[in-house]
């Protein structure tokens, strides 16, 4: 379902999980398409994928890997959603709660998956999230 108002076209993703607040998977405007922040989680459920979390909701460990592949996924189904695809990815901010530890293997990661023309990226360290993860992205693409 969108919506459309003088900031263009709000658009969500009938596959990536839902907002954790009041706002869209991505908002149209023009050829342009911003997604608001996206992370590991599946859609219905609160589960994040490679995270194991304590009675308390505290990260006990987790796999940067897994959550990166599943946040490029979610990535992917909002973009194809939006009537863009991963190839029109233009610009990417990451955020990472554990540059040490993650930025290896999600920049590993981010050569296997824009292995041609990759998009620019800036990449910053974070204390948190708003939910218990390691990685999130901002993304703006071209329709």
């Known amino acids: 379902m969108s919506t459309e ?3 263009g076209e ?3 993703s009938s596959k990536a999980p839902e907002p954790v607040g009041l706002y869209p998977h991505a908002r149209r405007v023009g050829n342009l398409l911003f997604l608001s922040g996206v ?9 994040i994928p490679g995270v194991e979390l304590d009675d308390q909701g505290n990260i006990v460990s987790y796999d940067i890997e897994t959550q990166c592949r599943s946040v490029f996924q979610n990535v992917k189904w909002i973009l194809e959603d939006s009537g863009s695809s ?4 233009v610009d990417v901010t ?3 709660t554990n540059m040490k530890d993650d930025f290896k ?3 590993r990661l981010w050569a296997e998956y824009f292995a041609e023309n990759p998009p620019c990226r800036t990449t910053i360290e974070i204390n948190c999230l708003p939910t218990p993860i390691a990685i999130e992205l901002k993304v703006i693409a071209t329709i």
Do not use: H, M, S
């Open 86 to 89: 991963w190839d029109n990815i």
């Open 94 to 96: 990451v955020f990472l």
């Open 10 to 12: 709000a658009l969500n």
């Open 5 to 7: 108002n003088k900031n």
């Open 39 to 47: 992370g590991p989680r599946e859609k219905g459920t609160k589960v």
């Open 105 to 107: 293997t999600y920049n």
